[in-house]
């Protein structure tokens, strides 16, 4: 199988493996765990912030960071169909009582002026609002790297407005890669960045959420109140340390196989990429209806050896990573035109 439904399905190379195999551990509940310490310290270091926290999950990141930042009764501002709002199962008001007011923006891309005019009026109407979220790169706009300048725009005013500044950069080494621009230029930007080591670095599991020394210290008891404490956790820390030093620059090597995919798709006339413009490791695109459904086109893909996801009705998403090689994405863009026809 040629399983591009996610760059989540990465296993740990032969290398990797080793690397855990021999990292040292102790307990890190107790904070006594060095190679916890070692990547939380390298993390923080890349991001350009004082501290990071290992935490198991991108949503645990990104839901410790809105439970830092806003309490019961207060809202984030964030894209209406960014992963926090709609793929971490609303968490957010399930535990803290805290309401994600998603903005609809073309091609998923906030800019200032969908936001400016957002910030509720201090009377007891209305929720307070707290913090803005984005995504980068963002999921369902189809990896696309949000504009460097536009972010910019949105941090200062946000700054300015006395609101907290959260990034979900579960795949913000993508956007590193894409854009040329360093993960600490980004990282400036907000108060608190959430990174996942298990997409397209290839750890098997974990994120970090990186901020000041003070958030980090009240992230750390938020962490233990949701069950995330755990204990000898440097074999997977030496797994994400392993990411950060060995996968970081081969993304481009996933941003070049999905425009093999999006050649294919550009050249089908029953398939049109949704958005056209394809920036990283995610393929997104429409089918005509005469083929069937995204889920029944998928089924057919895979009775021919390759995995995608049905997105939509009539939306299917493919995700290069480092486990499917060049050949292997020829091959499965072969199919998707032999199909699609």
């Known amino acids: ?34 190679t916890v310490r070692r990547l939380e310290e390298q993390t923080a270091d890349l991001l350009g912030k ?59 891309l906030l800019t200032l002026g969908h936001l400016e005019d957002k910030i509720r009026p201090d009377d007891v109407h209305y929720a307070r609002t707290r913090m803005v979220c984005l995504e980068n790169t963002h999921n369902r706009g189809g990896g696309r790297v949000l504009p460097f300048a536009e972010v910019e725009q949105i941090s200062a005013w946000a700054a300015a407005n006395g609101l907290a500044r959260h990034l979900d950069g579960a795949r913000l080494f993508n956007a590193v890669v894409a854009s040329g621009i360093a993960a600490r230029e980004w990282g400036r930007l907000f108060d608190t960045v959430s990174v996942c080591f298990s997409k397209g670095l290839g750890a098997p599991v974990g994120s970090a959420l990186v901020g000041t020394r003070d958030h980090i210290k009240e992230v750390r008891r938020l962490r233990k109140a949701l069950g995330g404490g755990w204990r000898q956790a440097g074999l997977l820390a030496a797994a994400a340390s392993f990411a950060l030093d060995h996968h970081v620059d081969r993304l481009a090597d996933d941003h070049a196989n999905a425009q093999i995919l999006a050649d294919a798709v550009r050249q089908s006339h029953t398939l049109r990429l949704a958005p056209a413009q394809v920036e990283t490791n995610i393929v997104i695109f429409d089918l005509d209806q005469r083929l069937g459904t995204a889920a029944d086109f998928c089924k057919r893909l895979a009775e021919h050896g390759v995995g995608m996801y049905p997105f939509g009705k009539y939306r299917v998403r493919a995700v290069t990573h480092l486990d499917v090689t060049t050949e292997q994405i020829t091959q499965a863009a072969e199919i998707l035109l032999e199909l699609s026809e």
């Open 50 to 108: 004082e501290a990071a926290l290992f935490v198991p999950s991108g949503t645990m990141g990104n839901q410790i960071g809105v439970r830092l930042h806003c309490g019961a009764g207060d809202e984030f501002l964030c894209e209406a169909e960014c992963h926090i709002l709609n793929q971490e199962q609303a968490a957010s008001a399930q535990f803290f009582g805290v309401f994600g007011r998603g903005i609809a923006a073309e091609g998923h």
């Open 1 to 34: 199988m040629i399983d591009l439904r996610s760059d989540t399905l990465t296993r740990p190379t032969p290398a990797m493996r080793a690397a855990i195999a021999a990292a040292e551990v102790g307990d890190d509940v107790f904070g006594e765990d060095p």
